[in-house]
């Protein structure tokens, strides 16, 4: 099975947010091996950004980043297909409140955005959740997609 691997900086400590990713995730493992990895906030951005180096290491990456290329929920499933066409794994990587430095996103192959608009990071690991559970349910030919 193909895996889906979220890696993220901070919990889901608003029970919102937990509880809209538990929902998009509980049906995203019914097409992929997914996993959240949450890393602990940091006094910097430096400091976070190399502890996601440090597991971003050798991995098919992909950036939530306001500056990366804004993309529909079609073009979202390419992406998906495509990265797992070339590896097993894609990884989703989304920074700490302030972002993250260059050398994140000079690791990363694609860098998305949901539109132009901040978001709280734990409110985009939910949209993201979403989006990958619609990307699938559009690969997959399923009616969810409107």
């Known amino acids: 099975m193909k895996k889906i691997r979220i890696l993220c900086v901070g919990k889901a400590s608003k029970s919102f947010c937990r509880d809209g990713c538990a ?3 509980k049906r995203l493992k019914a097409f992929y ?3 959240v990895v949450e890393l602990a906030e940091q006094p910097t951005v430096r400091r976070e950004s190399e502890e996601l180096i440090k597991r971003m ?3 098919d990456c992909v950036l939530l980043d306001i500056g990366g290329e804004m993309i529909s929920s079609e073009g979202l499933a390419r ?3 495509d990265g797992h066409m070339r590896s097993d794994e ?3 990587v989304i920074g700490g409140a302030s972002g993250v ?3 994140v996103r000079a690791l990363c192959r694609n860098r998305i955005s949901f539109g132009a608009i901040t ?4 409110l985009v690991r939910v949209v993201l959740c979403e989006q990958l559970y619609r990307a699938a349910t559009i690969l997959n030919r399923i009616p969810y997609h409107k």
Do not use: C, I, M, R
């Not at 978001?119 to 734990?122: L, N, V």
């Open 33 to 35: 091996d997914v996993s």
């Open 23 to 25: 929902e998009y995730l």
């Open 101 to 103: 430095d260059n050398s």
């Open 79 to 81: 992406l998906v297909y």
């Open 119 to 122: 978001y709280p990071h734990q």
């Open 90 to 92: 894609l990884t989703f």
């Open 57 to 59: 290491a050798g991995k």
